[in-house]
C-alpha cells in the first residue's frame, strides 16, 4: 500500500537512519518498547538510567534549533489545550511524582524534533487548565510527541479540550505595505512578558472573495492600528485553513494586559473586522509559565 | 410485516444462502451464538479455534475487493470516529491483550463484505482518537460490522463521536468540463501519503436551487484551483444528502500539508465557497496507520 | 384542583373501569405496586406468573390496533432515542438477561394502548444506539409506557438522548393538488424494508405567514419531486408545533439508501427548501429490527 | 456594608420578627443548624420530632395564599428543571424513602413563603425527568426553598437542567384592545387539565424598539388567535428581561394537544412570530402530577 | 529566555523583595511548599499554627485596599462561576470541614493582593453554585489567588463552569454628556443590595466602526433610559476586549428586581441594543452572601 515517496516518509519518521548509528541509538519508540520487556524482568532501574543517558545524548547533540521554529516560515504548529480530570487528585503522592518525570521524559526525547512551550491558563479560563504550544519540522512530529504526551500517566488523567493546528509562511501583505510602516514594524517586540493570548480566527467568504489589492487596503488599516502596541505586544501568526475549522491563529504576549485590552479595540475598529466570522471562541488568556511550575501546581 | 423485496434483503444480509454451503460455513452472527452457548459449557477454546479457522477461510476465499469499492460508483462508506474512555486505562495489560485480539477477529470476520481504512487522529484534534472508513455495497454491512467492533470490550471502553454517511456516485459536473481540465484532471494523485483530511460540507439552500449550468460554471471555477494541487493531493467525495446532517464528505490524502493549506485557501477563493453553510466542524486532521500501530498507541 | 373533565381524564388514564371488570383485571401500575409488596415477602414468583398471565391475556384480548393508529389522524407519535451507558457492561450475564425479560414485560403490559416500533441505529450515528417509536391515542400513555421503560434496570443504563413528539392529522395541501397527483399518491409503498431515516423539521417565519394558496404551490412542487420515489420510499408525517421544539417529524423506510439520496437531493432544489430552518440535526439513520434483536446485540 | 434598606431585607428574609413569637417559633434556616448541632450530641431523634412538629404548625397556621400567589402581578416565578443521575439507583431502598421524606419535609418548611407545582416530564422530553414551579413575593425565598430542596439526599442526585426566572406582572396589551375582544378573554379557561406546556421566548430587538401602538397592534393579533382556544387551553405569562436569558415565560395547561398543536400553528402564523428570536429551545411537555407520585415513579 | 522587564514583573509577583523583609515574612507559595514537607514529617501542626499567624498578621498589616479598587480604574476583575460536584456529597462531615477552613486560608493569605466578593446562584440557575468576583493590580494576581483556590480539597470537587475577564477603565462617553444627565448620574447607588446580576455583552462590528460621536448619542439615549433606576440599582462596568470572548461585562446589585426587570426592558428599547450580538448568556442572578454562609450552604 505504501509506495516510494511514502516510505521516505515514514522512514525518515522513526529516524531508522539513526538506528544504524554507533552506540546503539535507538528511536524514542524502540527505547520505550525495551522499557517495557525489561520491567517484566525487574529490570526497570538499570533501563530507566539507559533511557536518561540516551536522551541526555540526544538532546545535547541534536536538540532542534528553537530560534529557527520560531522565526522560519513552513513551521507546523499545534496548540494543545488541556484541563486536569477528577482522576488524579485520588493518585496518591508518589504516583503523582513519578507521573511528573515520566512528563519530562517525554519532553526531552522529542526535543531533537518539536519545541514545546507551555502555558498556565488556570484560574483564569473555564475552558483549561494549560496549553502546549508545539513546533515542529513536520506535523507527524507535533502527533508523535502530543500522542505520548497523552500517553503517559499524567496525559491519561488529562482531558484534551481543544487543539489548533497551523503553518506559519511568508509575509502576506506587507510586502505590498509603505516603507515608513515596514519600518515601524522592525521595533522590536517586548521579551519575557508574563501574559499570553490566542485568538483563533476564522474569516467569512467576502473576505476570501475580496481581490488581494482590497484586502492589502483592509490590512493596512488593521497594522496601522497595531503600531502604538509593538513595543508592548509581541505577536505571531499560524496560517490554519485546511489544517482545522480555523483560518489564523494569532498568539500574543505581553506584560501590559491594559495595552493589549487597548489593542483589540483598535483592531475592532478597523473595516477588517467585518470579516472575522470567528473571532476567540476561545479566546485563551494564560501565563507563560515553565513544564515544572505547571507541573507542580496541578499536583498540588 | 416483512414481504417479498424485503425478505431477499434480510436473507442476503445474514448469508442464509452461505449456510447450506459445504463444511457447515456459517454466518458471524451464527457464530457469536455458538460461542456464547458453548462457552458456558466451557468449549470456549474449541469455538474460538473454529472461529479463526473459518475466519481465515473467509478471508482467503472471499475478501472484499478493495481496490473496486474504491472506485465505483454506489459504494456506501460510513466514516466512525472514535474516542477512548477512561475505563480503558483501568484495564490489565493482558485483558488490554486479549480485547486487541477481538478486535482483530472482528475486523476478519467482516472481510468479505467490508473494507476498513484506519487514520490516528490523538494530538491533531481533541474531538478525537482515531476514525474507521468503512466502505461496502450495502450500508447494513457497514452498521453490522461497526455494531460487532463496538461490542468488542475494547469497543465497549470507546465513545463513538462522530459517524458520517455517504455514498460515492457517479460524476455529475465533471462530463460538462472543456476537454483540456478534463485530462489535468487524469493526473495519477499521489500514493502513500502520511497525512489525511476529512472535510465534511453542507451547501445552503441557495446553491441547490442554481440551475444545473449555473453550478456547473461554478465548479469549474472550483476545479480549475485544484489542478495545480493534483499531483501532492488525492481526493474522494461522498455524497450524504439524507444519509446524514451533511450533503458531502471529502477525503484527502497528502505527503504536503503546507500544498494543502494552498489548495484549501485557493477553494476559499472561488464564488462556490460561498454556498458551504458548514465546511468542516469537525474537520479532522490525521495520520494514516495501520490498526496495529494504532491498537498498540492506545494500548500504551 | 381536579374538576369535571379533568377526572374524566385521569379515570380513563388508569384503566379505573377496567379494575371492575371480572377476573381481577387490573391497571399495569396496579400490578406493578403488589409485585413489589409481595416481592418483600418473598413471593415474587407467583406474581411474576400472574403478571405473565395477566400480560398474556390483554396482550390476547385487547391488543391496541398497530394498522388503525398507523393510518388515523389525531394519533400521537414520541420518538424515544437512545444510548446505553457504561455501566450496562459491568452488569454479569443473569443481571443482563433478567433486565431484558423486564423490558419484555414492560412492552407487553402498554400493549394494549400503545404500539411500539424498534429501529437499530448504533454504528450508523453517533448519538444513539436504538430508537422506539410509540404510537397511542393518548399522549399520557406514550409517557406512562416510557416512563416504565426508563424504570427497568434496563432503561436505568440507558441515556435518553433525543425525544420527539408528534400527531398525526388530515393531510393539508393534497385535496387541492390536480387529481393526476392524487392519483400517482396512491401509488402503494414499499413494505419490509430494512433502513429507516426520521428527519425532524423546524419552517421559519416566512414559510408560516405565506397565504396558504402560496404553501400549496410550494408543497405540489414538493410533491412532484417525490413521485418517482414512491415505489421505493416509504413517507409518514408528524406534526410538532407546540408539541416539541419542532413543526415536523418526517419519517421514512426504504431498501434502497441511494434512491433516498437522490429523493433529499430532489426535496432540497424545490422552493420550499428555503423554508427548512432546520433539516435534520439530527436526522437519524438506522435499520429496522425487532426487539429481541436490539437487546441481544446490546447485551453482548 | 449592609445599610438601612439592605438590613431590612435581610430581617425579612430570616423572619427574624418570628423567632420572637410565643412558642419558640423558628426559621427553617436556624431550626437546620440546630438539628446539625444536636445530631453530633445524638439527639437527632428529638430535634426530627421537634421539626415536624413546627413544620405542621407553620403549614397549618402560615400556609401561603396560593390563589394570590397565581393571580397577583409583581410574584416571581422560577421554573426549575432536573433530571435524575445515575447515584440514585445505585441507592438501596430504605435510603431511598428516607430521602423522599426528607423531600416533603423541605416542601412543608417553606410552605409558608412559597407555593410549589410538581410536573413529570420524564418520556416525553430527553432534556428532563420532572420541573418545579415555585411562586413567592420575593426571588430569594424560590432561591432558599431551592436551595434546600438541592441540599437533601435526591436533590444531591439530581442534575439541574434549566432553570427559568420571571416575575408576573399587570396586562400590558389588552387595556388597549377592543371591548369584544376583553369580553373574549374572560372566558373561564379550563380546569384540572393533565397536560403542561413551558415555552420559554426572547424576542429581538425590532421588537423592542418598534413604538407601543405598534406592538398592540401585533398583540391583537396574536390574542385573535387565541380566541378559539380559550376554552380548551390555560395560559400563564412572566416576564423574563433581566431575571434570565430569555424575555418571557409563557405556560400552558390542556387536555386536548391537538387543540395545542392547532393554537400554536395559529400562532405561527401571525406577523408578531417574526419576531420570535427563540420560541421553546427547550420547550417542555409534561403533565401535572402530585410530589408523590413524581418521587415514586423517580424511585423505582 | 526573561529578561529586564519581565524578570522585574515576576520578581513583583513572587514578593521577593518582601522574603529579605525581617521575622521571615514569606509568600503564600513558598509557605504552602514548607506545610508540604513538614507534613511529611508529621509536624503539620505546627506548621498550620505559624501559616494562620504569618496570614494573620499580613492580613493586619496589608490587605489590599478595596474601596480603591472598586472605584478606580486600571483595576483587573476576574468573575469564576463554580459548580459543585458530585464528589463532594460523598465526603465525610470532618473533611468538609478541614476543606472549608483550608478555603478561608487561601482567601486570607491572598488578601493583601486580591479582594474577593462572594455570590450564591444555586436555585436561580442550573449553570452555577456561587461565583467570585476578584479583584487585583495585576492579572497575575487574581490568577494566582484562584490557582491556590482550585487547589484546595473544596476545589478540587468544583466545576469551574465560567470565567469572565475584564479590566476598569475611565468613563468613556460620560464626559460629553449634557450637564444636567452628569449630574443626574452622581445620584448614590443603594448600599447593602441583597441581589446581584451580571451581564456578559459582545457588540457587533456596526457598532464598533461606528464613529465615536454617533456612539456616545446612542449610549446617552441608553443612559437617560436608567436614570429612573440609579437609585434602586447600583451599576460596575469592566472592558473585556482581547482578556475574553466577550466586549463587556455589566455588574449590577439591587434589593428590587421588578425595578431591575423594567431598567433592562427600557434598555432593550434604545436603539443601542442593536448592535448586541451577545447579552448573557449567560446571565447570573443570585444573592451576595458571606463565603461563610455559602460554605456551609454546600457543605450541608
Known amino acids: 500500500m505504501m509506495q516510494a515517496a511514502g516510505q521516505a516518509f515514514w522512514l525518515k519518521r522513526f529516524n531508522l537512519e539513526r538506528i544504524c548509528e554507533p552506540v546503539h541509538m535507538k528511536s524514542p519508540i524502540t527505547l520505550t518498547r525495551i522499557v517495557k520487556e525489561d520491567s517484566m524482568r525487574n ?4 533501563v530507566l538510567v539507559l533511557v536518561a543517558l540516551v536522551a541526555l545524548a540526544r538532546v545535547a547533540g541534536a536538540e532542534v534549533d528553537r530560534e529557527k521554529l520560531l522565526k522560519e516560515p513552513g513551521v507546523y504548529a499545534t496548540f494543545a489545550v488541556f484541563k486536569l480530570g477528577d482522576q488524579w487528585s485520588h493518585m496518591d503522592k508518589q504516583a503523582k511524582a513519578a507521573a511528573v518525570e515520566e512528563v519530562k521524559r517525554v519532553f526531552q526525547m522529542h526535543a531533537d524534533k518539536v519545541s514545546v512551550d507551555t502555558h498556565l491558563v488556570r484560574g483564569l479560563s473555564e475552558k483549561a487548565d494549560f496549553f502546549l504550544r508545539v513546533h515542529s519540522k513536520e506535523m507527524i512530529d507535533n502527533q508523535n510527541f502530543l500522542v505520548d504526551f497523552i500517553g503517559t500517566s499524567f496525559g491519561k488523567a488529562l482531558k484534551n479540550t481543544d487543539t489548533f493546528n497551523g503553518i506559519t509562511k511568508a509575509l502576506n501583505y506587507v510586502p505590498k505595505f509603505p516603507e515608513d510602516l515596514k519600518a515601524e514594524l522592525k521595533t522590536p517586540p517586548p521579551q519575557g512578558s508574563p501574559y499570553v493570548v490566542v485568538v483563533p480566527i476564522r474569516k467569512d467568504a467576502d473576505w476570501w472573495l475580496m481581490p488581494q489589492d482590497a484586502r492589502t487596503t483592509l490590512m493596512k488599516e488593521h497594522t496601522d492600528a497595531t503600531v502604538l502596541y509593538l513595543k508592548t505586544v509581541k505577536r505571531k501568526l499560524y496560517h490554519s485553513s485546511g489544517l482545522d475549522d480555523l483560518d489564523f491563529i494569532t498568539y500574543f504576549e ?18 477588517e473586522n467585518r470579516h472575522n466570522k470567528q473571532f476567540g471562541e476561545p479566546l485563551l488568556l494564560g501565563t507563560i509559565r515553565p513544564l515544572d511550575e505547571i507541573l507542580e501546581i496541578l499536583s498540588r
Chains 1, 2, 3, 4, 5 share one sequence.
Request: glycine share 0%; charged share 25%.
Open 43 to 46: 529490570r526497570t532501574v538499570l
Open 254 to 271: 505581553t506584560a501590559k494586559l491594559d495595552d493589549f485590552n487597548n489593542l483589540v479595540t483598535a483592531l475592532l475598529q478597523v473595516r
